[in-house]
T-cell receptor, first 117, second 112 residues
Framework: EPEVTQTPSHQVTQMGQEVILRCVPI?????FYWYRQILGQKVEFLVS????????KSEIFDDRFSVERPDGSNFTLKIRSTKLEDSAMYFC???????????????FGPGTRLTVL | AQSVTQLDSQVPVFEEAPVELRCNYS??????LFWYVQYPNQGLQLLLK??????LVKGINGFEAEFNKSQTSFHLRKPSVHISDTAEYFC??????????FGAGTRLAVHP
């Protein structure tokens, strides 16, 4: 059964450093997403991505954050100048369709736990 | 703007007892609702979804949910729970551009 994978499972970084979180969405999916979950809080939407463009981003997704699909399989989230409050579990998700093409479920990866010291 | 409220942060229940996890939503547009489950140290797995049609939706692992438009609710039910159902359950509504808006989650603890 196809699944979304994420690496690394746990990333520890010093405040102010840059991190890249990697995701491999399901191969025939066209829409990609990042969510985060601060410990003990709800899962929050960060950004959606389609056709090599950001479709929507939340207020959390400030100019320190960026996403990229560098090749046909990977989808990355980069955080520059990390802050303590960036510590969270980051989930990648993908879906076959979206937008006007129809609503379908999103498949989630296992997450990357980011710890900023 | 869409929002989701999960009324119970924790629900303890004995094995083989029925359970209901409550979810209320707020949406000004077409309503698409989801329940996801998160087992310890794992990602989010879809239990069931309501997109249209029958208001009673059946999902995996014996779970079902009923969409009630007048009460703006989408409660999750299971007639007989197992120890293995112990997990965090998230209700979500779909917002613009397919973003999911999640509730705070309900921790279901099944005791022997």
């Amino acid at each position: 059964e196809p699944e979304v994978t994420q690496t690394p499972s746990h990333q520890v970084t010093q405040m102010g450093q840059e991190v890249i979180l990697r995701c491999v969405p399901i191969s025939n999916h066209l829409y990609f997403y990042w969510y985060r979950q601060i410990l003990g809080q709800k899962v929050e939407f960060l950004v959606s991505f389609y056709n090599n463009e950001i479709s929507e981003k939340s207020e959390i997704f400030d100019d320190r954050f960026s996403v990229e699909r560098p090749d046909g399989s990977n989808f990355t989230l980069k955080i520059r100048s990390t802050k303590l409050e960036d510590s969270a579990m980051y989930f990648c998700a993908s879906s076959r369709f979206g937008g006007l093409a129809g609503v379908v479920e999103q498949f989630f990866g296992p997450g990357t736990r980011l710890t900023v010291l | 703007a869409q929002s989701v409220t999960q009324l119970d942060s924790q629900v303890p229940v004995f094995e083989e007892a029925p359970v209901e996890l409550r979810c209320n939503y707020s949406s000004s547009v077409s309503v698409y609702l989801f329940w996801y489950v998160q087992y310890p140290n794992q990602g989010l797995q879809l239990l069931l979804k309501y997109l249209s049609g029958s208001t009673l939706v059946k999902g995996i692992n014996g779970f079902e949910a009923e969409f009630n438009k007048s009460q703006t609710s989408f409660h999750l039910r299971k007639p007989s729970v197992h120890i293995s159902d112990t997990a965090e359950y998230f209700c979500a509504v779909m917002g613009g551009y397919n973003k999911l808006i999640f509730g705070a989650g309900t921790r279901l603890a099944v005791h022997p």
